[in-house]
């Protein structure tokens, strides 16, 4: 079973959608978690991270379940410069390094 | 300001060759991460470096795989004889500090054929 699992999509939605992205996670000592949105054929840039009170940026709310492992994302009022792939990331604390999932494909349609 | 910088862009070898990718990472990060990313799939961890010292190499696939920082910047990773299965995209990320945003390179495309 991977660390991190992600509906991998795609998810075709018109613009002004709100749509959902979910996460489960499987490591208890994950300590940091993070969606980074990464653009075809671009390098993964972080969006936002995710904390257990839940947070909003903007258009852009995250919300943590630890009890559950489970993260999400959602997207409100949905535009065509949002298609790109999702990635929720965890870090162990521990160690540093970032344990990523395998993304969800979103293109927003006009 | 300058972002993380990697060559070459593209690099295209044949099985059995060794090659080498360079990182440049922000200036003053003292943090260096390299992560391999297969098509479809997200980056996986590699090797992370602290300052010129690898302080956790358990991504390393193999002994084929190895990568240096000598001076606390700059940071090389060897492949030695290549495999076909060892086609990905290669990224490189620094950090101020190790609990801070990692900012990734574009990336060496590396095939073998």
């Known amino acids: 079973r991977k660390e991190v699992e992600q509906d991998p999509g795609p998810f075709n939605v018109p613009e002004g959608a709100t749509v959902a992205f979910n996460c489960t996670y499987s490591n208890s000592a994950s300590q940091s978690f993070f969606w980074y949105r990464q653009d075809c054929r671009k390098e993964p840039k972080l969006l936002m991270s995710?904390?257990?009170s839940g947070n909003e940026d903007g258009r852009f709310t995250a919300q943590l379940n630890r009890a559950s492992q489970y993260i999400s994302l959602l997207i409100r009022d949905s535009k065509l410069s949002d298609s790109a792939t999702y990635l929720c990331v965890v870090n162990r604390g521990s160690a540093r390094q970032l344990t990523f999932g395998s993304g969800t494909q979103l293109t927003v349609l006009p | 300001g300058a972002g993380v910088s990697q060559t070459p862009s593209n690099k295209v070898t044949e099985k059995g060759k060794y090659v080498e990718l360079r990182c440049d990472p922000i200036?003053?990060?003292?943090?260096l991460y390299w992560y391999r990313q297969s098509l479809g799939q997200g980056p996986e961890f590699l090797i992370y470096?602290?300052?010129?010292?690898?302080?956790?190499d358990s991504g390393l696939p193999n002994d084929r795989f190895f990568a240096v920082r000598p001076e606390g910047s700059v940071s090389t990773l060897k492949i030695q004889r290549t495999e076909r299965g060892d086609s990905a995209v290669y990224l490189c990320?620094?950090?101020?500090?190790?609990?801070?945003?990692?900012?990734f390179g574009p990336g060496t495309r590396l095939t073998v054929l």
């Open positions: 995710v904390y257990s």
């Open positions: 470096f602290q300052g010129t010292g690898a302080a956790d």
């Open positions: 200036s003053g990060h003292t943090a």
């Open positions: 990320a620094s950090s101020l500090g190790d609990e801070n945003e990692q900012f």
